[in-house]
């Protein structure tokens, strides 16, 4: 990107005195050459408009034409003595314009690839479109499908509960029905048990009024009838005792299956509550 000009001769005097100076001052020219080169490429890869690039090649060119002019005072040549290095604003310019041509064709195909992408793109959005309302319309069918079978599923599962549970009911009517009779059953045989009991113990109002009235007609007797009405009276109160338990036994068994058949019923109740509330649901 740069040149550096071949040194000019130098004289016979000064040939033998500068040979040495002259490297030195090349060497520091082309440092600082090198120095302006790199700030070009920089301003380059900053990607600087052409104009600007342009005015940025002639600052560095002046700036490194001053240092250069610097240097050899500092070493005592002046500029008959030794040719000042310079850089090829004509080579740098071919360049930026190889830069700019570069840039154009770079845009230019950019376009170009937005543009297929576009209509890559607009082709990939259609297809989609298309595949969208594809996928929709057979998921409505597919919906509707599912639709129609869980309604005839339901219909079915709720005709066989309704089936169920008048079953269910008529049974459980049977079975109250039965528990009912039985109550009555039970209740009547109480009540002929309570009337057998009342009328025991009339016979033993009886009995106890004949025994008093036999106790007197033995006191009237004698004493030889004692021991004989003692005796029979230990007979009587052991039978109205017999009679007493087993009455007492009778009756406690007929509370007992009446509490048992009340609470059978209490809970046949609740059942068919519970199944009035579930099929009425």
Known sequence: MSALNNPGAASPATSAATSVLGQELLAAINDRCQHHIARLHQAI???????????????????????????????????????????????????VEKLATSKQNHASQLAQTMESHAAELQLIRENHASQLAQAKESHATELQILREKHT???????????????????RHRTELQDLQNELDATQEAETQLTKENEELDAELVDMQNRLTDSIAAERELGGQLDQ??????????????????????????????????????????????????????
């Open 45 to 95: 890869d900053a990607s600087l408009g052409t104009a600007d690039l342009i005015g940025t090649i002639s600052r560095v060119s002046n700036t490194f034409n001053q240092e250069t002019a610097i240097l050899q005072e500092d070493y005592g040549f002046s500029a008959g003595q030794l040719s000042t290095p310079t850089i090829d604003i004509n080579i740098i310019g071919l360049l």
């Open 152 to 170: 005839i599923k339901l219909k079915n599962v709720k005709e066989d509960h309704d089936i169920k549970s008048k079953r269910a009911r008529k």
């Open 228 to 281: 004989e009405r003692s005796q029979r009276e230990e007979e009587i109160k052991e039978a109205v005792a017999r009679e007493r338990q087993k009455l007492g036994d009778e009756h406690l068994d007929t509370e007992m299956k009446v509490h048992h058949l009340t609470n059978r019923i209490r809970a046949m109740n609740i059942c068919q509550d519970s199944l009035f509330q579930t099929t009425k649901f």
